[in-house]
């Protein structure tokens, strides 16, 4: 026998589409694996220098958006969509150049930002078409 009253959802959960939750917690995820792993790479794995290295400021573009995305700003996510890239680029290339196990890492950081990406596009998509369907969507308008 159940005791506790029965709740009904909050409006916010009722209402919030299928995919949402799950994009944006990979989004915030992966963000923050790109940051553990820009520290971790360039201070103790793999740094350029022995002992470690300035490089790992690189990340201090990373942890401004990790607000953002917590507090579920659609502005955020659209912008961290293309910030990412930088850090793809130099995945790519890291991977391709560098001796082991800096490229491993660098083949990490590559997998990380496509997962960032892909979750960032599709969290603005499901709002996107989730707006549209309840009419809060506005559209930009054209000259």
Not at 23 to 52: F, N
């Amino acid at each position: 026998m159940n005791l506790k009253p029965e709740t009904s959802p909050s409006p916010s959960e009722s209402s919030a589409p299928a995919g949402l939750d799950l994009t944006r917690w990979l989004a915030v995820g992966s963000l923050i694996g790109l940051i553990v792993l820009g520290l971790a790479w360039e201070i103790w794995l793999a740094p350029l220098r022995e002992g470690g290295s300035w490089w790992a400021i690189k990340v201090l573009p990373l942890c401004i958006p990790v607000a953002g995305l917590l507090k579920n700003r659609m502005y955020t996510y659209r912008w961290v969509s293309l910030l990412v890239w930088l850090y793809f680029t130099e995945g790519v290339v890291r991977a391709w150049s560098d001796a082991w196990p800096s490229s491993g890492l660098a083949g990490l950081q590559t997998l990380l930002c496509t997962i960032l990406f892909v979750a960032c596009a599709l969290h603005v998509r499901i709002r996107f078409k989730a707006a549209k369907a309840t009419g809060h969507f506005v559209p930009v308008p054209r000259e």
